[in-house]
């Protein structure tokens, strides 16, 4: 089974100070990784994401992530935030066993940039 | 190119009743997922349709049902709702070349659903 763990429910910042949200997974096969964001009253956007390959990401809005397989990690950072960053933000994960490719989503970290 | 869409916006019900909710998947997608995202959680995954027949299932009770169409189209359907059905429904949609190939998904607005 796959779980994902978002260790912060809310995470209060400084406008143009950096961030990370931290996202944690649990699975015993191999998994593929991503970060959506959520705006209000709006469906999921997705900001990047890790197939394979290199275990630095970049993506969308400035944001990146790594992928750490020792500590089954994928956090997300920005090194300098907006108001417009103020969101939900929600990593999942996918497995390529079910055939589904069905999404596991944390329960998400609400980011408030603060002018 | 059209991205997902869904309808209702919002929708509310009383215990008991049935809904039916839709998607239009984005151009040239094939595949179609359902996830459920109740008030301050993440959204959990339903169903997934691919070629007109259900392709994998989360856990959810046989009451939720859905439905894909020859252009690709949706509905999900839930019958004998109860208070906890309430939740914003979330419609996600993607091209596959195969049942077991990664593809990346496209989400819909969604549709609240409230249950009184």
């Known amino acids: 089974a796959q779980s994902v763990t978002q260790l912060d429910s809310q995470v209060p910042v400084f406008e143009e100070a950096p961030v990370e949200l931290r996202c944690n997974y649990s699975?015993?096969?191999?998994?593929?990784l991503f970060w959506y964001v959520q705006y209000p009253n709006q469906g999921l956007q997705l900001l990047l994401k890790?197939?394979?390959?290199?275990?630095l990401v970049k993506g969308i809005n400035g944001f990146e992530a790594e992928f750490n397989k020792s500590q089954t990690s994928f956090h997300l950072r920005k090194p300098s935030v907006h108001i417009s960053d103020t969101a939900e933000y929600f990593c999942?994960?996918?497995?390529?066993?079910?055939?589904?490719?069905?999404?596991?989503f944390g329960t998400g970290t609400r980011l408030t940039v603060i002018p | 190119e059209t991205g997902v869409t869904q309808s209702p916006t919002h929708l509310i019900k009383t215990r008991g009743q049935q809904v039916t909710l839709r998607c239009s998947s984005q151009?040239?997608?094939?595949?179609v997922s359902w996830y459920q995202q109740a008030l301050g959680q993440g959204p959990q995954f339903i169903f997934q349709?691919?070629?007109?027949?259900?392709?994998g299932r989360g856990n959810f009770p046989p009451r939720f049902s859905g439905l894909q169409f020859p252009n690709y189209s949706s509905e999900l359907n839930v019958n004998a709702l109860e208070l906890d059905d309430s939740a914003l429904y979330l419609c996600?949609?993607?091209?596959?070349?195969?049942?077991?190939?990664?593809?990346?998904?496209?989400f819909g607005p969604g549709t609240r659903l409230t249950v009184l």
């Open positions: 699975s015993s096969v191999s998994v593929y």
């Open positions: 996600a949609s993607s091209l596959s070349r195969g049942a077991y190939s990664y593809n990346e998904q496209f």
């Open positions: 999942a994960v996918s497995v390529d066993q079910t055939g589904a490719n069905n999404l596991f």
């Open positions: 151009s040239g997608h094939n595949t």
């Open positions: 349709y691919y070629r007109e027949e259900e392709n």
């Open positions: 890790y197939l394979s390959g290199s275990t």
